[in-house]
């Protein structure tokens, strides 16, 4: 990789892990794709990410982190567009919104797209429901409605769904449930009316509802997700003796490993 000042490397991981900045030389390339460029400049606006735009495809960088860098909106995805080869972008905390749709459906090698607390709604959730090779997809803290999540029924490779903060009603949690893939699912602080839905999705392994109205109503359908290794259920209304009964219906909790019950 060759000499420039502009980046810094992170693993990606929770939490990522720095592989070192450009500024000391040059850094050593992992063999594998799950690592992500970071500009140095976090006061970058959409102009200057555009002349940053060669070096990215020069570098033939997997991945590319743009989170908190708040000047940002949705040009400067447009300026991506040569970027063809990204698997891995997080946008979370910029001012990206729903003008940034068309480009990002054009970013179709996209593994893993984070658009946390941006302001994408509806067209965004459209745009990237096509995305072919999706994995990975954290909208929390966005516009998007319940019909954007609905537009991702189709996303058959989508592993990791994050709707914190979101409202996740009837039909949305249907869709959601419909996903073959789906091993992890994040709906803190999200509003939903029950979770009866979810438990034809069986091949859940992790399960985050903490800070929800979730109540001991819940537990006849939890304790069939008997695949859960993870279960966030921090502030919620669950009681001790339904989390009792929960440990006891999924072993899977307990396992070598597992990050277990979290209270």
Same mark, same amino acid.
């Given at each position: 990789?060759?000499?420039?000042?502009?980046?810094?490397?992170?693993?990606?991981?929770?939490?990522?892990?720095?592989?070192?900045?450009?500024?000391?030389?040059?850094?050593?390339?992992?063999?594998?794709?799950?690592?992500?460029?970071?500009?140095?400049?976090?006061?970058?606006?959409?102009?200057?990410?555009?002349?940053?735009?060669?070096?990215?495809?020069?570098?033939?960088?997997?991945?590319?982190?743009?989170?908190?860098?708040?000047?940002?909106?949705?040009? *400067?995805?447009?300026?991506? @567009?040569?970027?063809?080869? %990204? $698997?891995? &972008? =997080? !946008?979370?905390?910029?001012?990206? #919104? +729903?003008?940034?749709?068309?480009?990002?459906?054009?970013?179709?090698?996209?593994?893993?797209?984070?658009?946390?607390?941006?302001?994408?709604?509806?067209?965004?959730?459209?745009?990237?429901?096509?995305?072919?090779?999706?994995?990975?997809?954290?909208?929390?803290?966005?516009?998007?409605?319940?019909?954007?999540?609905?537009?991702?029924?189709?996303?058959?490779?989508?592993?990791?769904?994050?709707?914190?903060?979101?409202?996740?009603?009837?039909? *949305?949690?249907?869709?959601? @449930?419909?996903?073959?893939? %789906? $091993?992890? &699912? =994040? !709906?803190?602080?999200?509003?939903? #009316? +029950?979770?009866?839905?979810?438990?034809?999705?069986?091949?859940?392994?992790?399960?985050?509802?903490?800070?929800?109205?979730?109540?001991?109503?819940?537990?006849?359908?939890?304790?069939?997700?008997?695949?859960?290794?993870?279960?966030?259920?921090?502030?919620?209304?669950?009681?001790?003796?339904?989390?009792?009964?929960?440990?006891?219906?999924?072993?899977?909790?307990?396992?070598?490993?597992?990050?277990?019950?979290?209270?």
């Amino acid at each position: 990789m060759g000499r420039t000042n502009r980046f810094q490397f992170w693993l990606n991981g929770d939490p990522p892990k720095s592989l070192g900045t450009t500024a000391n030389g040059d850094v050593e390339r992992p063999a594998h794709d799950r690592w992500m460029a970071r500009p140095l400049d976090r006061q970058l606006e959409d102009e200057q990410l555009t002349a940053l735009v060669p070096a990215i495809v020069e570098g033939d960088f997997p991945g590319l982190s743009l989170s908190g860098f708040r000047r940002l909106t949705s040009g *400067a995805v447009e300026a991506l @567009a040569p970027c063809t080869r %990204l $698997r891995h &972008l =997080d !946008l979370s905390g910029t001012k990206v #919104d +729903d003008g940034a749709a068309p480009a990002l459906a054009a970013l179709d090698n996209l593994a893993t797209l984070t658009l946390a607390g941006t302001r994408v709604g509806l067209e965004t959730a459209r745009a990237v429901a096509r995305l072919p090779k999706l994995e990975a997809l954290d909208l929390g803290w966005t516009r998007v409605p319940e019909a954007g999540i609905v537009e991702l029924a189709g996303c058959s490779s989508l592993t990791s769904l994050r709707l914190c903060g979101l409202s996740v009603r009837a039909d *949305a949690m249907k869709v959601i @449930a419909s996903l073959p893939a %789906l $091993r992890s &699912l =994040d !709906l803190q602080e999200a509003r939903f #009316d +029950d979770l009866s839905a979810l438990s034809a999705c069986t091949q859940l392994e992790s399960l985050s509802i903490g800070y929800t109205s979730v109540d001991d109503d819940a537990v006849e359908g939890l304790a069939k997700l008997t695949g859960l290794r993870t279960l966030m259920v921090r502030a919620t209304r669950l009681t001790d003796a339904a989390l009792d009964r929960l440990s006891r219906a999924l072993p899977a909790l307990g396992a070598k490993n597992a990050a277990g019950l979290q209270r």
